[in-house]
């Protein structure tokens, strides 16, 4: 892993082939070409977002950005960008 090294998730591909359209074809174009590496969910990300959920740090209603910070945290990143 270098400095540099960009990274997303199935969780991503799924908000992406949720959005309207054209927003997802934007985004599915913004992302082509990217050298990015797709981080498996795990359990233990899981677990911890269920964590972040349960303790009212994240609300509910924003799971899968705690399932983006657990991830980050579980893969030792050191910046989640939205």
Do not use: W
């Not at 892993?1 to 913004?30: C, H, N, W, Y």
């Not at 797709?38 to 799971?63: F, H, K, M, W």
Request: glycine share 4%.
């Amino acid at each position: 892993m270098t400095d540099d090294d960009l990274f997303s998730s199935e969780v991503v591909k799924g908000e992406i082939d949720r959005a309207p359209e054209p927003k997802r074809t934007r985004m599915i174009q913004a992302f082509a070409g990217l050298p990015i590496t797709v981080l498996d969910v795990t359990e233990e990300a899981v677990g911890l977002s269920e964590v972040y959920v349960r303790e009212g740090i994240t609300p509910v209603r924003y799971q899968n950005d705690a399932l983006h910070v657990a991830l980050a945290i579980c893969h030792a990143l050191d910046v989640v960008v939205s």
